[in-house]
């Protein structure tokens, strides 16, 4: 496989992941605005299950797989994280079992700061995934605060609503300019730059 056909992979990997995080989140957002009735939620719960789960945990093993580590380890923990809630939350809508929302602020808190650090690797990459994951971070916290009954749904809502126009953005730029081989659709530079190795690089040492 050349080094092109190999990008060419790793960019249709993430696309997917991200194609399926703009449809869990904006379906959980709507939700959590009320554009979808509380008779749908476990309907909710499924696709949030399906997409931002499965397909996510999917892709980042895929991604993993064609040795893109940073890319595979965001898709396959968020994908983890879909996955673990959804679940929780289907088992208590359709047992007797009713976990306190208190139970969700730890693994919400520790996602904020993961996705934090996600912020500064990803601006090696560019304005627009690094932007994808402040909002990430900025929505764990709020949800993280709607779970301790400090504020209401709203403001998770509209986080989710923005997380998912921006990943359906980034996935779509990312098709079209592995489909094209044209930025179509920009994603903005890297706000970081790697330091050059000298070891690797002597001749930039002169």
Known sequence: MTKNEQATRQIDVLAIGLFGLAVAALTLGVAQLGGIPDRDQIGTLVIALAFGGIVQI?????DIRYHEQLGGTALTMYGFFWTTICTAKLVGESTSFHFDQVLYAPINMVYAVFSVVMVYLTAYRNVTLSLLHAIIAATFVVT???????ISETLPGVGHVLVGFLAFYYAVASLTQA????????????????????????????
């Open 179 to 206: 489909f094209t081989g044209e930025p179509l659709l920009p994603l903005g530079p890297p706000l970081l730059s790697k330091p050059v190795d000298l070891e690797v690089n002597p001749a930039s040492a002169v």
């Open 58 to 62: 999917l892709a980042g093993i895929t």
């Open 144 to 150: 993280s605060l709607e779970r301790l009954d400090m």
